[in-house]
């Protein structure tokens, strides 16, 4: 693994993020849907989107509040922040306001409506604390949805390249070890963050998903550039050493190739809890 924090890691890979995510569409967009849904991200709400990355979910959200309501995006990379700027200015939205800061440190003076989160919590050492942070903010009654990556033996694009990539780099992805990848692969481990945290109603659902894209050297560049968990796995061997991990998920991703291009299935994990009223 590579010494950086996470913070360090997602600043270097974030133009790389940003690059590719809008590429992401088929693949998360149904499941995104459904976390707005489950959210009851509504018109006129005040709205939270944590770990916003390069703001694609944000965007949605923003739609889904429209002129009479408001987001604030946050993320713990400060280039995430300004990616998501950009793409906030290219969509035209003017009810979006950013800010650079952990989830774990998230504090507000005006409660939120509701809550969203995209791929991030498990990435974060402390996620309880994470979650605590949110139901905080959250009113009474408002609700709090998340995507996290499933099950790994469904998930088959995330572990193809996360195992062949620890193999290299002399380590493994544990479901046990906070802020890796697999850390809320677990439905009941997820289920009871919420719990703990606070929320009531807590439902966890696992949703298939995949991902396209044209060829395996495409996947492989798209991971090599944007997935900074993945790049750190690898990220303290020497170029070579790079290079012949890389080309082994390359190879490995070449046998979801067909005529219409790479089909790679996946997973993800869907969760939502609900402050309890009053
Ligand atoms: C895999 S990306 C997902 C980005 C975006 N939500 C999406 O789905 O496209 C993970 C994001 O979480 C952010 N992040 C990681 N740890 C965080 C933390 N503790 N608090 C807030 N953001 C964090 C990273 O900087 C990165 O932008």
């Known amino acids: 693994m590579s010494d950086q924090t996470p913070a360090e890691q997602w600043n270097a890979a974030a ?10 569409g088929d693949y998360i967009g149904p499941a995104t849907e459904k976390m707005l849904d489950l959210a009851g991200v509504a ?7 944590v770990g916003c990355g390069s703001g694609e979910q944000t965007v949605l959200v923003a739609h889904r509040v429209g ?3 408001h987001v604030l995006a946050i993320d713990i990379a400060a280039p995430m922040i300004a990616a998501t700027e950009k ?6 939205l003017t009810n979006v306001s950013t800010r650079v800061c952990s989830a774990e440190a998230l504090t507000d003076d005006t409660l939120f409506d509701t809550a969203i989160s995209r791929l991030v919590l498990m990435l974060i050492p402390d996620p309880l604390a994470a979650v605590r942070a949110v139901w905080t903010v959250l009113r009474p009654g408002g609700s709090f949805a998340a995507i996290v990556p499933g099950n790994p033996e469904r998930d088959i694009f995330a572990s193809t390249a996360l195992d062949i990539l620890a ?10 070890t906070p802020g890796s990848f697999r850390s809320l692969v ?15 109603d807590v439902a966890v659902s696992a949703e298939p998903t995949l991902r396209r894209l044209d060829t395996a050297a495409t996947a492989t560049a798209m991971i090599r550039d944007g997935f900074a968990f993945f790049k750190a796995l690898v990220g303290k061997l020497p170029p070579q050493g790079q290079e012949a991990a890389w080309a082994d998920v390359e190879n490995a991703l070449r046998r979801f190739e067909g005529p219409d291009g790479l089909a790679v299935p996946g997973e993800l994990n869907l969760v939502v809890g609900r402050k309890p009223p009053g």
């Open 186 to 200: 677990d439905p009941d481990r997820l289920s009871t963050l919420f719990q703990s945290a606070g929320f009531v």
């Open 15 to 24: 133009s790389g993020w940003a690059r590719w995510a809008e590429r992401a």
């Open 43 to 49: 018109p006129g709400n005040r709205a939270l989107d």
């Open 87 to 92: 793409t906030l200015a290219v969509a035209g």
């Open 67 to 69: 002129a009479t309501g």
């Open 167 to 176: 193999r290299h780099g002399g380590t493994t992805v544990s479901p046990h």
